[in-house]
């Protein structure tokens, strides 16, 4: 989880994955939309693949990188629930005693 929230720490790196949201894309296209050098794009890339955020692919000569929305759902679950949140859909309640009625 700790992998996620470090690559979730940095502004463009959540914007890149706001960009895949709205399909795959290579990494020149991506790259095209910061004002950064290829090799700190390359960076950001790696630790997005390192949390496992976004599954790279080779085309060509390209690479073309999809979103890997489950990953982030379960750590935003995970860290949710290690604050109490969402802990009652985690574990299920005990069905009260018919005898007592508790």
């Known amino acids: ?14 914007r890149v994955l706001l960009l895949l ?3 795959p894309m290579s990494a020149g296209e991506l790259a095209d939309q910061f ?9 950001h890339f790696a630790v997005l693949k390192e949390a496992d955020l976004v599954h790279a692919e080779k085309a060509g000569k390209s690479v073309i990188y ?6 982030l759902e379960e750590a935003l679950l995970g860290f949710a629930q290690s604050f109490g949140f969402g802990a009652e859909a985690a574990e299920p309640k005990p069905e009260p005693n018919k005898e007592t009625g508790q």
């Open 21 to 23: 949201r709205k399909g």
């Open 35 to 43: 004002d950064v050098s290829k090799p700190t794009m390359s960076a």
């Open 1 to 14: 989880m700790s992998h996620v929230f470090k690559a979730l720490s940095d502004p463009t790196r959540r």
């Open 66 to 71: 999809h979103l890997k929305l489950s990953v």
